[in-house]
């Protein structure tokens, strides 16, 4: 068979002997290539999961608890003890389905916001219906879709309002669900069945909310409430990591300021600034939570927020310091005036240092949970080494002047070379969108003129 | 009656009759006053609620879109037409609930999510059900337990994944919500009616789904992407208000860097540092809408998310200029070496007033979608004045270097300063949740230390 293929080959191409070897065994490297090329993309692919599970292990124990709370449900459903039930049972595992979380705060918000929601819209919606009742036959199904409409419009409008979003938010949704499956529903059924149907859907959705409670508080609970307390000290530990690299690839003693482009410890800062979108949420979810571990009632949530906008606004300046730093080519200048340099530096290495040691005590204090006591002499180390340096400067006041204006400028400088990129960036945009061209514009504002005239 | 009430109030408390008048004063006041304090907590809901509409009256046509959505599906159940479907219809309801979103772009991308996670479940799941169909009786129920806890898990992690995290969020849980109602539904029922209940809820989903299309498409629409783009313009406005604030109330002829703290135009950098969420999700949802207004197909949405990241990044120098200016106070000092300083004033002016104009310009730029032109020569005239600065300090090689230490000295006493902010908020952390005394952590740590002797 092989030489029939052969001789095929061979008529149809007018290739020798030669060249189907040389074909044969392309297509061998090419299956071999592309069964390597599967190999590597399955050997990515699994190295990119095992990543995502080794950055954060519970990642699998959450998906695991996921299908743990579902196996349960369907347990459920498989046990006699159920059969009445029939049809609602599948408001069980929506239920699980939508309401595990990945932290027991989430869980337990958006339970609860489920079992509130279904009980408001199950109330309204029988009083909606038995208003609509006493209309009768078209009348009732009118006033049942005017109800819904109004319903669903003011619900949703709600959702808008800043405090409702934050907290209710899921819980309107449901109201809206609930109210909507009652209306529609109690046109056809007759009210008892009605009563019978309300009674078994809050009965599943309560069966639901309470085995994803029961699996999110006993089989490996994640708190919302620990991750946000990690998030600040890590991002203390952050900010203390910058400074130190500052003080030794910077101010150390055989270290310049310079050529510090692409230096990690540059780059800390960054995850500060990005840290406000978890925290908003994790802040949200620990209020949810009740006491567990070192965390005791009425936990100062809130506290975060702030600490976590102090600390933001710290890597806002240091984003600052980084960018004018990696502008700085001593080289190009020779040393002048190295007493007033070398004090500067000294001052520089001291507030650093002393800065960074005092953020790594904080972090400290916060994950260790003990007060701070050592702290304030660190600081005070550092501030009085930044107070020194102004004063200092403010006895040559002529010195100061210019340096005040000179910062300003420079600053601002900085800016005018930002907005260079910005509008690089602007005009590929305009380039890649095919924005129109400029004279179109002013011929559309000459006619506009022309008209006014 | 009156008489005796009076008998028994003074009866039972010794007051007079002057005292039952005081009492029944003091009565009608703290009425009226109840009475004013809901009617001021009414005015004020509905205050609240008028900003909200009147901030983007679109959150009023989202919500009536809404309305008028759920209703047209209650329409369609009370027709003849659906009759058959009974209890599925439901499944067009909670469609509509649930893919309903602000814009067309994620309205589109949950539709699709639902109906792609509903097709890939119902295949999985049939496929499932054939194979623990062969084993029969309570092997069955035992396989599909298995199959269940393995298909929510593995479906559960991959939503960690970013890329499917950010796309196909929604379609997995669809898919896990799917996949368990048929797998629990398929050990009652037998295999004929599984596929009938499949083809009823497919089609019952389309429905709403289309309904929804319907409902954005074409009752006043609303785009991410044409909101991503004013999102885009916006921040340019915000940052060239700043930086014209900056000229005026800085740097011009009347005015002086001084007591600026509580300017209006010193927190404009801030909406726009916040801005990422926001952009984030936007981008994401405008690549999913079709064409439509000035948006054709293969519009680059992701230079927007280039362009937002430069603009958080100039905002960022903006803050540390901010947190500089609002420290000077000028007036302590004597005017010296006035020549310098009214040199780089002068820079500064032309600096700030120039790259606001051209700021402004990339704005009009963006809006109109019509080709930058006139913009390179403002830049290059800021520019200019920047670098001219630049060239003429360094002239004076002495100063130069004293100012560039200068500034990396302030910018870190600035770091140093908000360090102790940092540190106060930590402190009233520490207060707040009643953290530990010191004097225990380091008897604990003594303690393993002595475990470890």
């Not at 060249?19 to 290539?33: I, Q, V, Y």
């Not at 995850?271 to 009740?290: H, M």
């Not at 005791?296 to 984003?319: D, V």
């Not at 340099?341 to 507030?351: E, G, H, N, Q, S």
Request: hydrophobic share 45%; net charge negative.
């Amino acid at each position: 068979m092989e030489s029939a293929l052969r001789t095929d080959i061979s008529s149809n191409n007018g290739v020798g002997d030669g060249g189907f070897l040389a074909a044969c065994r392309e297509r061998r490297l090419w299956l071999c290539s592309a069964a390597e090329r599967l190999r590597c993309t399955v050997v990515g692919f699994a190295g990119k999961l095992g990543k995502i599970a080794r950055d954060d292990p519970r990642r699998v124990a959450h998906s695991l608890k996921v299908g743990l709370a579902l196996t349960l449900v369907s347990v459920l459903y498989y046990t006699p003890l159920f059969n009445g039930w029939g049809e609602t049972t599948i408001w069980a595992v929506i239920t699980v389905v939508m309401v595990m979380e990945f932290t027991v705060g989430a869980t337990l918000s958006k339970g609860l916001c489920r079992v509130l929601g279904t009980l408001a819209a199950g109330l309204v919606g029988v009083g909606a219906h038995l208003v609509a009742d006493l209309c009768g036959g078209k009348g009732e199904a009118i006033l049942l879709a005017v109800f819904l409409f109004i319903a669903a419009s003011a619900a949703t409008f709600s959702r808008f309002i800043p405090e409702v979003k934050e907290r209710y938010d899921y819980a309107m949704a449901i109201f809206i669900l609930t109210f909507s499956l009652v209306t529609v529903s109690s046109y056809r059924d007759d009210p008892e069945d009605l009563i019978e149907l309300a009674h078994e859907r809050i009965t599943t959705i309560l069966v639901g909310v309470a085995i994803c409670l029961f699996t999110t508080f006993f089989v490996f609970p994640i708190w919302a409430g620990e991750d946000l307390h990690e998030l600040a000290a890590g991002n203390l530990d952050s900010l203390a990591e910058f400074l130190e690299g500052m003080g030794s690839e910077c101010f150390g003693e055989n270290s310049s300021c310079e050529n510090l482009e692409g230096k990690a410890f540059l780059q800390l800062y960054k995850s500060v600034l990005n840290s406000k979108a978890k925290e908003d949420s994790l802040i949200t979810f620990a209020k949810w939570e009740p006491i567990h571990g070192k965390f005791r009632f009425r936990h100062p949530w809130n506290q975060y927020q702030k600490l976590g906008a102090l600390c933001r606004q710290c890597a806002s300046s240091m984003e600052a310091l980084a960018s004018f730093i990696i502008t700085l080519k001593k080289a190009q200048y020779p040393e002048a005036n190295p007493e007033l340099y070398l004090k500067i530096r000294a001052t520089c290495t001291v507030m650093s240092l002393d800065s960074a040691k005092a953020l790594r005590e904080l972090s400290l204090t916060v994950r260790t949970m003990t007060g701070p006591s050592p702290i304030n002499n660190d600081v005070s180390k550092g501030t009085k080494a930044s107070s020194d340096f102004r004063a200092e400067l403010s006895e040559d006041v002529a010195l100061l002047q210019v340096i005040h204006v000179a910062i300003v400028a420079s600053l601002l400088s900085d800016i005018v070379i930002q907005i260079e990129g910005i509008t690089e960036s602007t005009n590929s945009l305009a380039r890649l969108a095919r924005f129109k061209n400029p004279a179109e514009r002013s011929q559309s504002s000459n006619v506009v003129i022309n008209i006014e005239e």
